[in-house]
């Protein structure tokens, strides 16, 4: 059997624990291969402070959180080199996709990753996977040169078919979802794997690769003991501007119902764990780690199939887990029944999409059909029921002025979420808004070092940048404090540089 050595290149300097490192690990060692890891977070020489800058911006409530997180002082690559020679890996495999899809910077592991092991000295192949295969894997070859294979869509069940046929000799060419160059250095992209139809194929979720540490999270002024998590994987929707898009493409779902912006068929789209499974994964990560929040990463929590939520808040009804989930769903499922189902599920935040306030500009720019009164509707119901809101926005889209940031800052006043967070607009390759956006002259064809968090990568002038940057810092403020003093803290800002 194959050593596989997984790295995880977050840049965010706070722990997080990427489901794709959990699944991939899961089925390598039910098949038998040794899985090592190698996690770039805490290393002083590569971190950005994502808690510290998100709370400075009001986004985060201040914690401890920094107190209790020890940073490596040796040098990554120096240390990555080190764990390279020492397991003599035969495969090291970087990004992937999952539910996480693109949060907390998962859509540019696939650049960092490949920064790191660039030139790293190894006899082991360099294999990554995520959304940009998926989207294009030719133009892979060109953008991250140093790696030798890459899978497109779900990896899971393609990535130890490749490491066994490296071992055996075997076909390529037979190793659906894989794209690599031949022996005359022609690129070669296979047909497409089966979706993953029942995910109770994928084995128990390994989180053992873990190190303590990553497992705390600042959420809500306290530090927790937490853990990415997904039940479910697909969503309904085809947001012109989401990631989910590339990957409904990639298996066949390309139509679309007029007016709702759902795709069709979706049966075969979304799929979801057991009950069972779910409640036995969480049970066991509370049990053996002490996790108390489990923060699901499902693009919409509330289309998971009902009698399965049902089953699942039976269990967790009868077990004496004090937990907390936190989700993310769509304002159009939040009613008095699903509010009953979440509160059972013990959900107490629960993060909702925004994204900016005008609702023409959503549904003609973005194929986001969600009315305004039910946006409005959701965030009341949720508040009466004690679950905590969270409102997700962008600022920087194509086509986006200043006066729609302004006015998504009023909407979200008048929503008074417990959290607001605000992110620049990413342009994700082969969406259609960044097709769009970069035939408009927005974005190059491809944009390195996208991270919604930290930066606008934007190179247009209907918003500047460093107003954008401004907006970012204060958006917070603003929708906390109104806007009466907007030119007053512009002014200030220029002035000392922001």
């Known amino acids: 059997m194959s050593v596989i050595l997984i790295i995880n290149p977050n840049k965010w300097g706070r722990g997080i624990t990427p489901i794709w490192v959990a699944s991939h690990a899961a089925v390598l060692k039910a098949q038998g291969h040794h899985v090592h890891f190698f996690d770039a977070t ?3 020489d590569w971190a950005i402070n994502e808690i510290e800058y998100n709370t400075n911006n009001l986004q985060y409530k201040p914690s401890d959180y920094g107190r209790q997180i020890v940073f490596k002082k040796e040098k990554i690559i120096e240390a990555l080199q080190e764990k390279v020679d020492s397991v003599r890996p035969d495969v090291i495999f970087w990004s992937a996709l999952s539910s996480h899809i693109h949060g907390e910077g998962e859509y540019v592991n696939i650049q960092y990753g490949h920064t790191l092991v660039k030139d790293i000295k190894t006899e082991g192949k360099k294999v990554a996977a995520g959304l940009q295969p998926t989207a294009d894997a030719e133009k892979m070859f060109e953008y991250f040169p140093e790696a030798d294979h890459f899978i497109r869509g779900e990896s899971e069940f393609v990535l130890p078919t490749l490491a066994q046929a490296l071992e055996e000799g075997g076909d390529l060419s037979q190793i659906k979802g894989l ?13 497409r794997q089966d979706i993953i139809s029942n995910m109770d194929d994928i084995p128990a979720y390994d989180y053992s690769l873990f190190e303590d540490q990553v497992f705390l999270r600042p959420y809500n002024g306290e530090v927790v003991r937490a853990v990415d998590y997904e039940m479910s994987r697909g969503c309904i929707y085809a947001c012109e501007y989401c990631v989910e898009t590339v990957i409904q493409r ?8 007029p007016n709702t912006g759902t795709i069709r068929n979706v049966k075969g789209y979304l799929r979801n764990k057991s009950a069972g499974r779910i409640f036995k994964e969480i049970s066991h990560l509370y049990n053996e780690k002490g996790i108390r929040l489990f923060r699901c990463q499902d693009t919409n929590f509330l289309t998971i199939e009902p009698n399965t939520l049902k ?6 009804d009868e077990s004496s887990m004090n937990i907390m989930l936190y989700i993310e769903t769509r304002p159009e499922g939040i009613n008095p029944d699903s509010i009953t189902l ?12 925004v994204e900016l306030s005008t609702q023409e500009f959503r549904e003609e720019k ?36 200043e006066d ?3 006015q998504t800052i009023r909407f979200n006043r008048e929503l008074d979420p417990d959290n607001v967070t605000v992110g620049f607009y990413s342009p994700y390759l082969g969406t259609s808004q960044q097709i769009k956006a970069n ?45 009466d003093n907007l030119e007053e803290l512009k002014k200030s800002s220029e002035e000392v540089g922001l």
């Open 439 to 483: 035939e408009m002259g927005y974005f190059d064809d491809y944009e390195y070092h996208v991270d919604s968090s930290f930066r606008s990568l934007s190179k247009h002038s209907l918003v500047e940048v460093s107003t954008l940057n401004f907006y970012k810092k204060n958006f917070v403020r603003l929708v906390r404090h109104g806007m």
């Open 250 to 257: 990639y298996y066949g779902f390309t139509e679309t119902v």
């Open 179 to 191: 794209a690599y160059r031949n022996d005359n250095g022609e690129i070669i992209v296979n047909g």
């Open 311 to 316: 089953s699942l808040a039976e269990m967790i």
């Open 42 to 44: 805490f290393y002083a």
């Open 404 to 406: 729609s940031i302004q």
């Open 366 to 401: 973005l194929g986001r059909f969600a009315k305004q009164e039910k946006i409005i509707k959701a965030f009341k119901l949720l508040k009466e029921a004690g679950i905590k809101r969270t409102a997700y926005n962008i600022i920087g889209l194509p086509e986006q002025d």
């Open 342 to 353: 979440l509160k059972r599920l013990k959900v107490d935040g629960v993060g909702m999409g």
